[in-house]
Structure formats: structure tokens, C-alpha cells
């Protein structure tokens, strides 16, 4: 018999669902071409597995190390990211390492947000972001990000932008925190110096928090630049920029990460991290940190990891924009990141035999996966009940896969209209 | 020019980055949430900075300093290789080959069957498996019962859930003479039971406890689940070091007495398990019906642990579950070893005037300091209590780090335990004999 004493606390209430339960176990049927959750089917970078197999050989490696980062990885962070930011960071009081970018927000916000805020959120988003806010106690407020352009064909992620009435009408007093994701999952947007300036002027104007996921940072595709926007003026004092091992050396399984920002804010993470899981694992750290410090020595150069899986990635993302092109759907082309978001509707599938209790792009995922053998994710699973019907044409490609994996979907895709 | 800020508590100190300061001001409001207050402390982060600031040879915080067993470092070089699936997200409950190998190996010790995908959750240590317990099933309000003296970690986390902790102190046995082992400090069944509410949530047991090293007798553990179950109260049992018990004690689980499965969560660690503290792989067991509110929260937190690590540690299981019980057994030979070296600590602070509490189990041993007269001449640790002050003079006059046994009690109590102060022995023989070589001469020259 069930207790009611066993029952889950308050802050969990309604967290249970997830859009990866159902769609992660398709990745196990080796029939189906997955191109939904986002990981690499291509190899990390050698020295990075190296240093992960020296780091452990070495017995004190194996044990605890320094709560809040591993001195090795935290002073390569502080140099690295020193010279992105163009700014001396404290190792040990400005960066803190996480389990994973999704290990940055939960400290961030469990560290600064409670009952009573609300935090902004923009659509459509990484989906931990509002059951995040949720488990914290506060309140979610959302603003969709709105297509600008009429065209059927060519359409960008830079098509995409806020309106920024409807923005500055989101902030009122009990606004903590805004959370920005650049370049974005899933459209692969990235906010340009102008358009982080007006978020900046509202969180100065109405004195919020900045919480900056920049996980894709190094993904960006040539003519686009990535912009901190902890280094707008009056920012950093106020904003934490959420970092990835997994993104950044192509190790999702690793899963580290870091937030870095001002000490009067990192402390507070460093607070939930200590009453949390108090240290992340020892010879991962290692590792990354000794990857870093290479790829630092070759900043800007050709063979800098930061900047050769980007143009690794450039290929298969106009690979795929190409593909779907060809079957009528209409891709969003993205200037960062490893996703891109394709409209479905031209192809007008009818889809009123799978019944009306799901948006279109669930039904056509399901559909697709069932029909055509290609499993993708749906872009509502990113966005609140209101702007449902705003993207449920539209559905999730990942493209960091093998070029055979790319072949296996392009065949699918050249016998679509064949039935 | 300042802006006002509210400061919060005593024990909170705002600080203001006076660079790049906005016209406005920046945050004028309380910056951190509420939850916070009151657990920023942390002895760990202070300890461990002093030992390695003074090099000094450390006995305090608890890791081996010699090396995982080279079984589970092969596995993990293997797994590195093992192709790319190594390298990216696994099962965010637990890797599948790891939650199966700990259902059939756990399901043999508990003597029912344990489902891998229902009853398992794997987290990053024991540390982050406890966090997730706490938060789902701690609300505001809630009474946990906890165990004193108690790994630290537990008073704020039941704080941070919004929990009200409620302390019952292990006492020496009346009557018997000095309280010599860890079995002699036992708990009052009357005193326990008084502590009982309808507001207790949950109690937290910890077997083989640290700092005592004490191994609760299957009696003693059915005095606290008849109390569980009288009161529907759900048990949190902390065993991460139920490898590690001495001169025959038999560690029991609470989750095997009658009655206990469905309101227990057992928690492990693979950590102390196969002496690789750094790899920060943990496990929470129990009845489905309680481990998914622990998944709700660890999907909503970290979601996914480190896949290579978790498939090594499978490997190391599987290894461990066909030798069980045979000489060859990691968790045969490893209390062999530490029990050499705890007779050896023990042995040695007794001769130089200090007075052990030989534990029965796990990785610490207690000693009492009352006997040793000391100058404590330190201006920076006047306001401290006794043992944190012989701590930090212990490591900066004799560079030997321990760790001060009233941070593990409440703050309520905590003054009336300022006496003691904990040595891990999980150390090579060549760290035992530095320490020794320290405690000799500073016993000589007294």
C-alpha cells in the first residue's frame, strides 16, 4: 500500500515528464537513422582520450580533488576564457565546474532564484530550463522567438528574432533572471551584438540577472561571430555564462562543464555545489584541462579544435539543408550549433488518422520514425502551451554524425516522395 | 557610488564588485535565494585548503592514498577505448550495464529481487545520491531524524529541502567502563523513540558511521524499523563503507529486515568501494515506488553521470560478484589491509598519550585529545571551539592534518564535543609512518 508519507515533496510536482523518455528509447532500434538527441556519433579528439587514459594512471588523480574545479582544469578555464573575454578571471573565485552544462543551470538556479521570481525565458528553449525554474519555485514567463520573413526558400536562423516591445513588456519588478541561449538549440540562432545590447539595457533598466547558456559557443559557421554577453557594459557584474566539456571536445559522456561569472555570484553556486554532489570527477578534469591548455596554444589558428570541428560541422550542415531542401521541406538554416529546425508543411502530410490529442510535429515524428526509419525531435517539446501552435510544423535535425550516418538519412530523404 | 544592499543573517557577507559598477548599481535586491541560508560553511573546503597550504602529512579528509586496485584501472583504460559510445550520454537512470550488474549483485546480499531499471538510480557519488534523496522526499516542515555524531553533509542538505533536522546522539554504554570500540557508544531506544513525530519524514542511519567507525548490530537496526514503521517513516541508510568492517562485525542492512524494503533507500559508493574516491560514481537502491521521485530529481539537475567510469565500475562489480566470498575478492582482501593499519594508528596514539575508539568498520578513527596540554597559541582560531583550534595547531606546528570531530555534530551540540578529533588510516604504510614519526617526536619533547 502506497504512503502518503512516501510521497515525492512539493518541488518535484509535475517535474516527472520528460521529452527524452520518450523519444531516447528509438535510439536503441540500430534500424533507425537517429538524427534526434543531440550527441556525436564521430570520435572526441585523440589527445583528449589520451589525457584521460594518463591522467588515470596517476593514483592521486583517482581520488577527490578541489570541490569547486580541479586546479589544472579551473586555471586552464581562466585562461582560455581570459583571453575570450579579454579580462584577468579569478580560477578559484570566478569558475566553477559542474556535472555538465545542465549541472551550471541547476546550480544557478538553485543558488539565485526562489519563490516569488519570475525568470524569462525565450522559445524556444532547451527544455530543462522551465522545469528548472519550476523546481526552484518560481515562475516561468515566455516570449517566442517570431520568423521576420515571408519567404518559402533560404530562411535562416537570423530570420528569427524577438520583438522588442513584447520583450520589455516581460520585465516588471519580480523579473530575477533572464535566461539566454547562444547559439541557440534548437534553431541554431545567434544573438547578435545588437540584439544582446537591448537585452542587456533591460536587465540594467529593471536590475536582473543574465544567465548566458553558451554551451555552443565554438560552433559558430564562418560570417558569424559569437558574442558574451557578460562583456557588454554593466554586464558582468550581473550575468553567469554557462560553459561544456561535452560540446566543446565532443564528450556529451563526460559531462563537465563550468559557470563563470562575478564572485559575488559564483559564490552562491559554489554554496548549492558543496550541499549538492561537492566535487566532479577527478581524472575527467584532468583531461579537459589538458585539452584546453592545448587548443589555447593554438587559438585562431587552423588546427584549434575550437575552430576545425566548426568547419568540420559547416559541411554536413549545408549537407543536410541541401537534403531536406529536396523533399520540399523548408530548413532553417542555422548559423551555430549542431541542430537545425525544419518546416514541415509543404509536404502536407496528412496526419488526421493518428488523432488530435498530440501537436502535428509530435504525430509527424512519430510518423516518420514508424514510416520512414528517421527519428528527429519535435520542436514543441521546446516551447510553452501558447506558442503550440506557432511551431508544431516544425521538427529537430541533429547533424554531428558520420558522413555514413548523413548517407543513410539522404537515401531516406531522395525516396520520400516515392512513398 | 553604493547602492544599499539588505544583508541577510549573520553568517552571510555581502560583498560588492566595485568594478564595472553601472551607474544603477548592481542588484539591489538579495541576490541569493533563501535556500541557502545558513549552509555556505564548509569544513572540507576549509581543511583540506590548511593540509595543503602547510603540506602536512593528512590523516584528515577521507581518500586512499594509494591506488584503485589495477582490475578497476584496466577497466576503466578499456572503457576510454571501448569506441565512441564511451564518450557520450548513457542512460540517465544508470548505465545499463551497471545498474544490472548492482541488481543481481545487491539482489544476492538482500535476498530479493531487485529490478535495475526500477529500483537503481546512479548518481555522481554517494554525496549526490543523498542530495537527490533529500529533495524528493523533504518538504517544508518535514522532521528528519538525524544520527549524531553524522557525516556532515546531512545537516544542510535536510536544511536546503526545507527540513527541520532533529539529533539523537550515539552515547558510551553506562556502566561498562571507558567506551574503548565504536560498539560501545550505542543509541537509547527510549530517547530515539522520543524523537519520533507525526512531522518525521525520514531518519538517517549511517553503517559503518563516519566519524565513529560504529556497525550497527541487526538489534540496534531493528529498534529504529520498528520505530520506522510504527511511525510510516521512510529510512535514508548510508553505507558507503559496508566493505570495510573489523574483527568480524557483520555489516546488516536495514533494507533486509521485515517490513524495511519499501520504506528504505540504501545508498553505495563506488568510490569507497574500489578506492577510487575520484571517480565520484554513487547508487541509490530501494522500492521503485520511492527511487522514481529520485529520478525526478536527478533528471531535473545533472541528468546524465559519466558514462566510461560507470561502465568500468560494471566490469569491477561483475569481477567482484563471480569471486565473492573467495580470497581473491577485493572486498575480502581490502579490510585485511586497513585492518593492519587501524591496529597500527591505534597503537600508536594510545603511545603517545592520545585515546583511540577503536571503530569496528569503515575508514576513521576517533581519538580522544583531553590529555594533551598545548599552548594553543593562535589569535585567528581564538573564537573556535577546542578540537577546530587543536586541529589547525596540529597541522600548522606539526604539519599532521586531521579533522576536528564536533563538525560532526549539530550546532545545537556541538560544544559539548570539542574533545575529539579524527584520523583516516585508509593511507599508505609510508603516510602511517610519517604520521607516527610526527606524534613520536612531539611526544618526545613534551
Redesign the interface.
Known amino acids: 500500500m502506497?504512503?502518503i508519507?512516501?510521497k515525492?515533496?512539493?518541488?518535484?510536482e509535475g517535474?516527472?515528464k520528460?521529452v527524452?523518455v520518450a523519444f531516447t528509447s528509438v535510439a536503441a532500434d540500430p534500424s533507425i537513422v537517429n538524427l534526434g538527441?543531440g550527441?556525436?556519433?564521430?570520435?572526441?579528439p585523440s589527445y583528449v582520450?589520451e589525457g584521460?587514459?594518463q591522467a588515470?594512471?596517476v593514483?592521486?588523480?583517482?581520488?577527490?580533488?578541489?570541490?569547486?574545479g580541479h586546479p589544472t582544469l579551473v586555471k586552464a578555464l581562466s585562461k582560455v576564457y581570459g583571453k575570450v573575454y579579454d579580462r584577468q578571471l579569478d580560477p578559484f573565485k570566478e569558475i566553477l565546474v559542474t556535472?555538465?552544462g545542465?549541472?551550471s543551470l541547476?546550480s544557478t538556479m538553485?543558488?539565485?532564484?526562489?519563490e516569488g521570481d519570475e525568470v524569462i525565458i525565450i522559445e524556444p528553449f532547451f527544455d530543462?530550463y522551465v522545469?528548472?525554474v519550476k523546481?526552484?519555485g518560481a515562475k516561468p514567463v515566455l516570449i517566442p522567438l517570431r520568423l521576420k520573413s515571408t519567404a518559402t526558400t533560404g530562411i535562416s536562423s537570423a530570420d528569427w528574432v524577438l520583438d522588442q516591445e513584447e520583450l520589455a513588456g516581460k520585465f516588471n519588478s519580480k523579473t530575477k533572471a533572464i535566461i539566454i541561449n547562444t547559439p541557440n538549440n534548437p534553431i541554431g540562432k545567434i544573438f547578435s551584438r545588437s540584439e544582446l545590447q537591448a537585452i542587456a539595457d533591460l536587465c540594467?533598466?529593471h536590475?536582473t540577472?543574465c544567465f548566458s547558456d553558451e554551451v555552443y559557443e565554438w560552433l559558430i559557421y564562418k560570417g558569424h561571430e559569437h558574442v558574451k554577453i557578460a562583456t557588454l557594459?554593466?554586464m558582468?557584474?550581473?550575468t553567469i555564462t554557462v560553459g561544456s566539456a561535452g560540446k566543446t571536445f565532443?564528450?556529451?559522456?563526460?559531462?563537465l562543464g563550468w559557470s563563470i561569472g562575478?564572485?559575488?555570484?559564483i559564490?552562491?553556486l559554489q554554496?548549492?555545489m558543496?550541499?549538492?554532489?561537492?566535487?566532479?570527477?577527478?581524472?575527467?578534469q584532468e583531461a579537459v584541462g589538458r585539452g584546453l591548455l592545448r587548443d589555447f596554444e593554438l587559438m585562431g589558428q587552423p588546427d584549434c579544435y575550437f575552430s576545425a570541428l566548426a568547419l568540420e560541422l559547416k559541411g554536413k550542415r549545408d549537407r543536410m539543408a541541401a537534403m531536406l531542401a529536396q523533399t520540399g521541406m523548408t530548413p532553417v538554416v542555422p548559423e551555430g550549433g549542431y541542430f537545425m529546425i525544419v518546416d514541415v508543411t509543404a509536404l502536407n502530410q496528412d496526419l488526421t488518422h493518428m488523432g488530435d490529442d498530440e501537436p502535428y510535429d509530435y504525430k509527424f515524428v512519430k510518423w516518420m520514425i514508424k514510416e520512414k526509419k528517421l527519428a528527429a525531435i519535435p520542436v514543441t517539446a521546446f516551447v510553452g502551451e501558447d506558442s503550440v501552435k506557432q511551431f508544431e510544423k516544425y521538427i529537430r535535425l541533429c547533424f554531428i554524425k558520420q558522413e555514413s550516418t548523413l548517407d543513410a538519412a539522404e537515401a531516406i530523404l531522395k525516396n520520400w516522395n516515392k512513398g | 557610488m553604493w547602492r544599499r544592499v539588505a544583508v541577510y543573517g549573520p553568517s552571510l557577507s555581502v560583498r560588492l564588485a566595485i568594478a564595472g559598477f553601472h551607474e544603477k548599481g548592481i542588484m539591489s535586491r538579495r541576490l541569493h535565494a533563501r535556500r541557502l541560508e545558513g549552509i555556505d560553511k564548509n569544513i572540507w573546503v576549509e581543511f583540506t585548503q590548511l593540509a595543503a597550504d602547510y603540506k602536512a602529512v593528512n590523516l584528515g579528509q577521507g581518500f586512499p592514498d594509494f591506488s584503485p586496485p589495477s582490475f578497476i584501472q584496466e577497466a576503466f583504460c578499456n572503457a576510454l577505448t571501448g569506441g565512441f559510445r564511451m564518450h557520450q550520454y548513457t542512460r540517465a537512470f544508470g548505465h545499463p550495464n551497471l545498474v544490472k550488474i548492482l541488481a543481481k549483485f545487491f539482489s544476492r546480499i538482500v535476498g530479493r529481487e531487485i529490478d535495475p531499471m526500477e529500483d537503481i538510480l546512479v548518481s555522481v557519488g554517494a554525496y549526490q545520491a543523498l542530495f537527490c534523496t533529500f529533495q524528493a522526499l523533504v518538504d517544508e516542515g518535514d522532521e528528519v531524524i538525524i544520527v549524531e555524531p553524522f557525516f556532515d553533509c546531512y545537516q544542510p542538505m535536510v536544511m536546503m529541502a526545507g527540513g527541520m533536522p532533529v539529533y539523537v546522539p550515539l552515547k558510551p554504554r553506562e556502566g561498562r567502563g571507558p567506551a574503548l570500540t565504536s560498539a560501545d557508544w550505542v543509541l537509547s531506544p527510549e530517547e530515539l523513540a522520543s524523537k519520533f513525530t507525526s512531522r518525521t519524514k525520514a531518519i538517517v542511519i549511517n553503517t559503518p558511521n563516519n566519524p565513529l567507525g560504529k556497525v550497527y548490530q541487526w538489534e540496534e537496526l531493528q529498534v529504529i524499523a520498528d520505530l520506522c514503521i510504527k511511525h510510516d517513516v521512510i529510512c535514508i541508510s548510508d553505507e558507503v563503507y559496508e566493505w570495510l568492517t573489523y574483527d568480524g562485525a557483520k555489516h546488516v542492512k536495514i533494507a533486509s529486515l521485515p517490513g524495511m524494503w519499501e520504506r528504505t533507500v540504501t545508498i553505495g559508493s563506488a568510490g569507497k568501494t574500489f578506492s577510487a574516491t575520484g571517480w565520484k560514481v554513487g547508487w541509490a537502491i530501494g522500492s521503485g515506488h520511492i527511487m522514481k521521485h529520485l529520478k525526478t530529481v536527478h533528471q531535473n539537475s545533472v541528468y546524465h553521470c559519466a558514462t566510461a567510469a560507470q561502465e568500468a565500475i560494471s566490469v569491477g562489480f561483475q569481477r567482484e560478484y563471480d569471486v565473492f566470498g573467495t580470497e581473491d575478492s577485493y572486498f575480502h582482501q581490502l579490510p585485511i589491509t586497513l585492518h593492519e593499519k587501524r591496529k597500527r594508528l591505534a597503537d600508536c596514539l594510545k603511545s603517545v598519550g592520545l585515546k583511540p575508539i577503536l571503530p569496528q568498520g569503515g575508514y576513521f578513527m576517533i581519538a580522544d585529545i583531553s590529555n594533551i596540554n598545548v599552548d594553543l597559541n593562535d589569535p585567528t582560531t581564538k573564537e573556535e571551539p577546542y578540537d577546530y583550534r587543536f586541529v589547525k595547531w596540529l597541522i600548522k606546528e606539526k604539519g599532521l592534518a586531521t579533522i576536528p570531530v564536533s563538525a560532526f555534530y549539530s550546532p545545537e551540540h556541538r560544544d559539548q564535543f570539542q574533545k575529539y578529533i579524527r584520523f583516516c588510516f585508509v593511507k599508505e604504510d609510508s603516510t602511517l609512518q610519517a604520521a607516527e614519526n610526527i606524534l613520536k617526536q612531539w611526544s618526545e619533547n613534551k
Open positions: 502506497a504512503s508519507k512516501h515525492n515533496a512539493k518541488r518535484i517535474l516527472d520528460n527524452w538527441q550527441y556525436p556519433d564521430i570520435p572526441p582520450k584521460l587514459a588515470a594512471m593514483d592521486r588523480l583517482n581520488q577527490y580533488t578541489r570541490g569547486f556535472v555538465g545542465y549541472g541547476f538553485q543558488a539565485l532564484v526562489e530543462c522545469p528548472m523546481m526552484a540594467i533598466k536590475d540577472l557594459p554593466g558582468w557584474d550581473r565532443s564528450v556529451t559522456g563526460w559531462k562575478p564572485e559575488h555570484l559564490r552562491h554554496t548549492v558543496q550541499n549538492s554532489l561537492y566535487t566532479c570527477p577527478t581524472p575527467l
